[in-house]
């Protein structure tokens, strides 16, 4: 056992409680031993679920044991709790690119680099993946690319979209109020029909009755509902205190990236709903 | 929603508004009503108040005479409505409540909300100071018709 | 051991679950729990029941089949749902290091075991 190792093992073994966690988990990691890597990481977390660095840590040993789908989640959670972190876009992007969807890795890639222009490494992966495609100047992005991140953009125009720079646009996403009435979006059924005031009216008082289960199993405040149906998966996310957020897409999709979605469109609505005030 | 004592009026608020219960009559073993929501009619409230009572009186009897505790509610469920009778003790003495509600919510929320309801009242209560004076009968009537009229708002 | 505590049992093996329990979902009522200390079976039932309900006539709103599994995610934990036969679900409560994944292929295959 290395000397640093060994030091972060003890001062871990003194105290339980400390964020010592993080390095040691991550120097096991680069050592290659990924199951204590995992116990490490995974009693971190249990102490800090809010800490996006341990969501983050999390993910990486995920993904080095090849849990890709772990590791998506985890890097998730990273970027729910800091919608800034570089590292869990990266990380996500490279999960796409692995899953053999490089739009969605460029995406993901372009949000680092809106974040932060100086990393060289955002550049390097946007040029390995699309060799024929520009590398974004590290200019403002322009409207139709860019993905609302904390801080919020510029307030949109009176003009503009509720969805702008969401994947897919408005196609499979309803934005809801506390009455059950249409905001925004449109949601189809499978014969085509649109289904979207009839599933609104559905959602009148879900965001209520979901913040009473989290409350009274203490479980905190709720962030969002996946629901598995055979047929499709729906995701619902809090856009506002008023509002909710419907994705719908394909079984074929995997829930954890509607959830993704989800929370992206729900940033989206509440750009949206500040601008429209 | 009317109460005659104004300690009830936020317990029975929040239990209206979380359960989403169609009537709930709150009364005491005898009878006696102290709340009321979703009725039209003071001869329904009265009526209803009776044969709950009655009913509550009943079961406990078979209960003792089956060997059993004391039955925490009885469930009566229907296809359009159900009803829920239960008795509780509180610091002023044993009441029933005689919940009403349809399919839009469903028996385990009504319990749900109801036992934090009466948890609430129980803390609530205001102590007795003193035992209350003996009920004589045309103090019942004159009593019954104060309450009915503060219960329908005339 | 009867297929609910069969059930049970599975579930409550994966790390992190903090209580299972099989409820009638039409009137959220316990039909059979296995909680530990400081998990609220009568609430978990009747608000899980309760919102299974909803979610279900939102999916059908939708076109969609009803929910082979459901996800409420807390700040702290989170339920899971899986609908089994017969208006019974098989429902968990689970801190927020739970092995997800697991809980939840272990619910979906326990409760179309149900009866």
């Known amino acids: 056992m290395t000397d640093d190792i060994r030091s972060l093992t003890a001062r871990l073994a003194d105290e339980p409680g400390s964020l010592a966690f993080l390095e040691l988990a991550e120097a ?250 | 929603m009317r109460a005659l004592e104004p300690w009830v009026v936020q317990p029975l608020e929040t239990f209206l508004a979380e359960s989403g219960a169609r009537l709930t009559l709150l009364m005491t073993s005898s009878g006696q009503v102290v709340a009321q929501h979703g009725f039209s009619r003071s001869l329904d409230v009265m009526t209803a108040a009776a044969l709950g009572a009655g009913i509550v009186a009943s079961t406990e009897e078979l209960g003792r005479l089956m060997g059993a505790q004391k039955f925490e509610a009885l469930v009566h469920g229907g296809q359009r409505q159900s009803c829920m009778l239960a008795a509780f003790a509180t610091p002023r003495g044993r009441w029933i409540g005689l919940v009403v509600f349809g399919p839009e919510t469903s028996v385990g929320i009504v319990r749900l909300f109801f036992d934090q309801m009466v948890q609430q009242l129980v803390t609530l209560a205001p102590r007795e100071q003193q035992p209350a004076a003996p009920m004589l009968a045309e103090n019942f009537e004159t009593e019954l018709n104060a309450s009915l009229k503060a219960l329908f708002g005339r | 051991m009867t297929a609910t505590q069969a059930a049970l049992d599975r579930v409550t093996r994966v790390p992190g679950v903090r209580g299972a329990l099989v409820v009638s979902a039409a009137d959220g009522l316990v039909v059979a729990e296995q909680l530990m200390d400081g998990v609220d079976g009568q609430a978990a039932a009747a608000l899980t029941g309760s919102l299974v309900g909803r979610l279900g006539r939102t999916a059908d709103s939708a076109g969609l089949r009803p929910p082979a599994f459901v996800h409420l995610r807390g700040d702290a934990g989170s339920v899971l749902a899986a609908p089994g036969p017969e208006d019974l679900v098989l429902v968990a409560v689970v801190g927020p290091d739970a092995n997800l994944g697991l809980a939840r292929l272990e619910m979906i295959e326990a409760a179309g075991r149900l009866a």
């Open chain 1, 28 to 277: 096991l990691r680069r050592r290659g031993q990924l199951e204590a890597a995992y116990k490490v990481a995974r009693g971190g977390l249990s102490r800090y679920p809010g800490l996006a660095d341990a969501h983050d840590l999390m993910a990486r040993v995920l993904s080095d044991q090849g849990d890709l789908a772990g590791a998506f989640d985890a890097w998730s959670s990273a970027l729910q709790l800091d919608p800034m972190r570089t590292s869990a876009l990266k990380g996500i992007a490279f999960l796409y690119f692995r899953a053999g969807d490089p739009d969605a890795a460029l995406d993901h890639l372009q949000r680092a680099m809106e974040v932060d222009p100086d990393d060289p490494t955002i550049r390097q992966a946007i040029g390995r993946i699309g060799p024929g495609r520009p590398a974004p100047a590290a200019a403002q992005p322009t409207a139709a690319a860019a993905v609302p991140v904390e801080p919020a953009p510029e307030p949109p125009s009176r003009t503009s979209h509720l969805f702008d720079g969401v994947e897919g646009g408005e196609r499979g996403l309803l934005l809801v109020d506390a009455n059950g009435l249409r905001l925004g979006g449109e949601l189809s059924s499978a014969d085509g029909a649109d289904a979207g005031d009839r599933v609104a009216a559905q959602l009148a008082g879900v965001s209520r009755e979901a913040a009473r289960a989290t409350r009274l199993l203490g479980l905190g405040n709720w962030h969002a509902i996946a629901i598995e149906c055979p047929d499709g998966h729906l995701v619902l996310a809090q856009s506002t205190a008023d509002t909710v957020l419907l994705a719908s897409r394909e079984p074929s999709v995997p829930i954890g990236r509607v959830g993704l979605l989800a929370e992206r469109a729900a940033r989206a609505a509440r750009t949206w709903l500040e601008g429209q005030s």
